[in-house]
């Protein structure tokens, strides 16, 4: 058996998971609003989010959205300003019966 979080073809991979009864625009709402990004992603300038554009957030962390769809899932290249390679960060949103899990799940570590 492997070391745990290592993958065959991308080294090292993590991921959580949290399933709230809430409906997904209000959750998304808060993930998308300043305070919501400020928590997750750290401080950037906030008017300036979105998919293909490069940011970096004020403990040095550079980023760009790779895929975005509202309500559902964003797909980013994640990098810290000490580390050689970005990693892939992912965030979901999973509709269940009056509940939405939401899932942060980050590899190429």
Excluded at 8 to 13: L, N, S
Excluded at 51 to 60: A, H, P, V
Excluded at 85 to 99: T, V, W, Y
């Amino acid at each position: 058996m492997g070391e745990t979080g290592l993958t065959k073809d991308t080294g090292y991979q993590i991921g959580v998971r949290r399933t709230i009864a809430f409906d997904a625009e209000i959750v998304c709402n808060y993930l998308f609003s300043d305070e919501g990004l400020s928590v997750w992603l750290g401080e950037f300038a906030y008017d300036n989010f979105g998919q293909d554009k490069d940011l970096i957030t004020k403990e040095g962390v550079d980023f760009r959205v790779t895929s975005l769809k509202d309500n559902s899932h964003l797909r980013l290249k994640w990098k810290k300003d000490n580390w050689i390679e970005s990693s892939i960060l992912q965030m979901r949103i999973i509709p269940g019966d009056h509940k939405r899990t939401i899932s942060f799940h980050q590899e190429k570590l």
